[in-house]
């Protein structure tokens, strides 16, 4: 059984930042990709950011310059670190990982960005 938890999220005012973390347990060999998404209310989710096996990174074009994702292999923990905040980041984010074929993904939990 594998587990995916997300953590740090919040109210926090325009430019402000926030750090995500999403920590990863259970039992498994190894994990391949892991990916931040996010999806706002009325809207599909979509990929904010994720980090392959090799360390290599991908980003939207919307976050891209405030928003950093890293991951401690030794910890089993992604995170995502936003800076700049704007309203339109305003939504579940959800954390996946892949671990061979199957794709696993956490509770969400919920960033505001409101004055």
């Known amino acids: 059984q594998v587990h995916v938890v997300e953590s740090g999220g919040g109210l926090v005012q325009p430019g402000g930042s926030l750090r995500l973390s999403c920590a990863l347990s259970?039992?498994?060999?190894?994990?391949?990709?892991m990916g931040w998404y996010r999806q706002a209310p009325g809207k599909q989710r979509e990929l904010v950011a994720s980090?392959?096996?090799?360390?290599?990174?991908n980003s939207a074009d919307s976050v891209k310059g405030r928003f950093t994702i890293s991951r401690d292999n030794a910890k089993n923990t992604l995170y995502l670190q936003m800076n700049n905040l704007k309203p339109e980041d305003t939504a579940v984010y959800y954390c996946?990982?892949?671990?061979?074929?199957?794709?696993?993904w956490g509770q969400g939990t919920q960033v505001t960005v409101s004055s």
């Open positions: 996946n990982v892949v671990i061979g074929t199957l794709n696993y």
């Open positions: 259970g039992w498994f060999f190894s994990y391949n990709t």
């Open positions: 980090v392959a096996s090799d360390s290599s990174t």
